[in-house]
């Protein structure tokens, strides 16, 4: 026999039951994935909140990645501006001995070619297709040592040399602040260095010229200060790099953790939830199944 008087109320049930398994599947895939939901809109009123926090992270991320690309070329400035010191410190030694010894047995001109190319190859360094000396002109070589003229005595200062600009590199690290990190081939230290490089190199040692030997010599002093100097601020520029970086982590890693506790879900509740559900579940299927086997007949 139909059983009419209870279709409206099994149809009711069987709605209430699949509303409840609809749920409880999204408790169980939440608490299997960890997240709180596939999708922004699962989300719900967080998912603003979550958005603004992800886009604030990549912010953060890329700034801390360029600060670090600016950390990695002034650490390679330093190293080169270091050999650049120890060729200057040679090149004093010789120039002091030369002085004193101008035997034929000792290729002097030949030393000083050697270290004008030295010294070239260093300021033309080039890291990740850029030239670090240049200014802002990366792409261009900044130091060709062919376009120095010889020197007179007394010399004069020569940046023919230089094929940058005066542009000193930097990084922004806030909205607000930015980090000058860069230096550049025509500065006066890399200028004396290279003049003092180019008397030695062209010194008529069979008729020694006193004056300019003494002059190349004064210039390679005066070099190996102001290279110490720019040392010193490269070193100084790589400390507050360094300093950001580790704001920028700390920073990073705050965010990143309040990101995934916005999509994390509460193992803990999730399973009381899922029990929950599943009580409910069975409840309303063994009330189905008490509904469907009443008859009419029962009652008469």
Do not use: C, H, W
Not at 117 to 129: I, K, S
Not at 174 to 199: C, H, M, P
């Amino acid at each position: 026999m139909e059983r009419v008087s209870t279709a409206g109320l099994g149809q009711a049930l069987l709605r209430s039951a699949m509303n409840v398994q609809a749920k409880l599947a999204e408790k169980q895939t939440a608490n299997s994935s960890g997240l709180k939901a596939e999708t922004y809109a699962g989300l719900g009123a967080g998912a603003a909140r979550l958005v603004s926090m992800e886009t604030s992270l990549a912010q953060l991320q890329a700034r801390s990645d360029t600060a670090q690309t600016a950390l990695d070329r002034t650490e390679a400035m330093y190293a080169a501006v270091d050999s650049m010191v120890d060729l200057t410190t040679s090149m004093r030694t010789t120039l002091s001995g030369l002085s004193t010894n101008s035997s034929s047995e000792v290729d002097y001109n030949q030393i000083g070619k050697n270290m004008l190319t030295d010294l070239e190859n260093l300021m033309n360094l080039q890291v990740d297709g850029r030239y670090l000396f240049s200014g802002s002109a990366t792409t261009s070589v900044p130091v060709d040592t062919t376009l120095l003229t010889a020197p007179t005595t007394p010399s004069v200062a020569d940046t023919s040399y230089y094929l940058g600009d005066d542009v000193v590199q930097s990084v922004k690290v806030s909205d607000q602040t930015g980090i000058d990190y860069g230096v550049t081939a025509s500065e006066s230290g890399f200028e004396k260095a290279l003049r003092a490089a180019n008397i030695l190199a062209n010194l008529d040692t069979s008729d020694l010229d006193e004056d300019a030997v003494s002059e190349a010599y004064d210039l390679a002093t005066a070099a190996l200060d102001e290279l110490l100097a720019s040392q010193g601020r490269l070193s100084v520029n790589a400390g507050r790099l360094e300093n950001y970086q580790a704001q920028q982590d700390t920073s990073i890693s705050l965010l990143s953790d309040r990101i995934s506790d916005a999509k994390a879900v509460d193992v803990a509740q999730t399973t009381v939830e899922i029990s929950q559900y599943q009580t409910t579940l069975q409840a309303s299927y063994a009330a189905l199944g008490k509904l469907n086997g009443l008859s009419l007949v029962d009652y008469l």
